[in-house]
């Protein structure tokens, strides 16, 4: 019998989508129940948007004032309490699952699977490795809990809006550190799209050449309403921030459409970006190697090519 418990990932009072996600992995396991914890200090609306999720048989909280931020080692020792009768632990594979999962795992003594593609039995998961180069199948001990983090650019959001399932308050006597507590929360502030979310993604690389023009990539991005991601060497150049970067040491990103603009496409920015639905490359180097895996490449000078794609887009 496999019961599962998804840990809910939230903001501001608001369900991340990488959880719609990890539900969708836990209904592929097909067990008999899905849950959904959800730790906050208020809980009421983030456990009313997780019961509407297509699949969860329940959805419950832990509402405590130390949970007020997502610090691993504050919600760790919860996370292990309440898992007690589950068979699975399921948390995105974003910057807080990664953080959370190896404390959870640890705390229970098991092994932790991470990056799930696909599921192929309760106990058997295919995951990436060697950038992506490889995809290999783990078999975890069907005699202890799978703690596992789901690669959520892999899996499509389960459908939200077509439930109503119960919400259950938990009270676990879980002892919290005190050598960790919250100084502030440092985020860049935007009004396009969220990069790991967005259905459009507008992306630049060394090729865009400096700070002052990546002012360009940002425009397009606008234009048509796209999320703005870069290439690690975008990054190490001081273009843009680090939250923007794509890639295996960046964000795994999976977007109906993804453009790339002066990228040459290394190993480690295709690893985030395979998952994509269409891609679309314009580099001044026709040898490049995001050009192998692009559903549509052009040659030439990015700073002539996107005037002409924005007054094609009106």
């Known amino acids: 019998m496999s019961k599962i418990l998804v840990i809910a990932e939230?903001?501001?009072?608001?369900?991340?989508?990488?959880?719609?996600?990890?539900?969708?992995?836990a209904n592929a396991v097909?067990?008999?129940?899905?849950?959904?914890?959800?730790?906050?200090?208020?809980?009421?609306?983030?456990?009313?948007?997780?019961?509407?999720?297509?699949?969860?048989?329940?959805?419950?909280?832990?509402?405590?004032?130390?949970?007020?931020h997502p610090l691993a080692a504050v919600l760790a020792p919860q996370i292990a309490k309440a898992a007690a009768g589950y068979s699975h632990v399921f948390l995105p594979s974003t910057t807080f699952g990664k953080d959370v999962a190896p404390r959870v795992a640890a705390l229970l003594g098991v092994s932790q699977v991470s990056d799930v593609m696909?599921?192929?039995?309760?106990?058997?998961?295919?995951?990436?490795?060697?950038?992506?180069?490889?995809?290999i199948t783990v078999e975890a001990n069907p005699a202890h809990a799978v703690v596992?983090?789901?690669?959520?650019?892999?899996?499509?959001?389960?459908?939200?809006?077509?439930?109503?399932?119960?919400?259950?308050?938990?009270?676990?006597?879980?002892?919290l550190p005190s050598h960790?507590?919250?100084?502030?929360?440092?985020?860049?502030k935007s009004d396009r799209p969220d990069l790991q979310s967005a259905s459009k993604v507008v992306s630049g690389g060394r090729g865009v050449g400096s700070k002052e023009n990546f002012e360009i990539i940002y425009k397009l991005a606008d234009k048509?309403?796209?999320a703005v991601g870069a290439s690690r060497a975008a990054v190490d150049a001081g273009y843009v921030p680090n939250e923007l970067q794509v890639g295996q040491t960046g964000k795994i990103i999976a977007p109906e459409l993804y453009m790339a603009f002066g990228i040459s496409g290394a190993i480690q920015h295709l690893t985030g970006i395979k998952d994509a639905g269409t891609i679309v490359a314009?580099?001044?180097?026709?040898?490049?190697?995001?050009f192998e895996i692009a559903d549509i490449g052009l040659v030439g000078d990015l700073f002539k090519l996107i005037p002409e794609i924005e007054a094609a887009v009106g």
Do not use: C, M
């Open 148 to 175: 596992a983090t789901i690669r959520t650019a892999s899996w499509p959001a389960a459908a939200n809006g077509a439930n109503s399932a119960p919400v259950e308050a938990l009270s676990v006597d879980a002892a």
């Open 30 to 68: 097909k067990g008999d129940t899905v849950d959904v914890l959800v730790l906050a200090d208020s809980v009421d609306a983030i456990a009313a948007e997780a019961a509407t999720i297509e699949g969860v048989s329940r959805v419950l909280t832990i509402a405590r004032a130390e949970n007020a």
């Open 118 to 135: 696909t599921v192929e039995g309760a106990h058997s998961f295919k995951r990436p490795i060697y950038a992506g180069n490889a995809i």
């Open 224 to 226: 048509i309403g796209a």
């Open 10 to 25: 939230h903001l501001n009072g608001k369900l991340n989508p990488s959880t719609a996600r990890a539900v969708s992995a």
């Open 180 to 188: 960790t507590r919250f100084v502030e929360l440092q985020q860049g």
């Open 282 to 290: 314009i580099n001044k180097d026709g040898e490049a190697p995001i």
